[in-house]
Nanobody, 122 residues
């Protein structure tokens, strides 16, 4: 059973934009926070942004502030990550995850999607 399904990744030129989507189902909906994480080649997994289903409270990593926007559509059970001004450092597999709180580390998130590749060409 797929609890979190990401889509929207792809190849984009530097300076371009992409919108990622993550649709939650089943047990993943019992968690209040949905976060976007990324893992680049040879790098550790890092938090990008997160949002709560209940109040729409958001969190952004420093690398995402001013360039990325996280939003949710509760009716569609979908969270979006709008990314703009992309650069080569943003190249990574982007994963969404569901957990109890938006400021929790990756280990606190219980459910994970398979990930979607984002590649930024310079």
């Amino acid at each position: 059973q797929v609890l979190l399904a990401e889509s929207g990744g792809g190849l984009v030129q530097a300076g371009g934009s992409l919108r990622l989507s993550c649709t939650a189902s089943g047990r993943a909906l019992s968690s209040d926070a949905l976060g976007w994480f990324r893992q680049g080649p040879g790098k550790e997994r890092e938090s990008v942004a997160a949002i709560t289903w209940s109040g729409g409270v958001t969190y952004y990593a420093e690398s995402a502030k001013g360039r990325f926007t996280i939003s949710r559509d509760n009716a569609k059970r979908t969270v979006y990550l709008q990314m703009s001004s992309l650069n080569a450092d943003d190249t990574a597999v982007y994963l969404c995850a569901a957990g109890p709180r938006i400021l929790g580390p990756p280990s606190s998130y219980h459910y994970w999607g398979q990930g979607t590749q984002v590649t930024v060409s310079s």
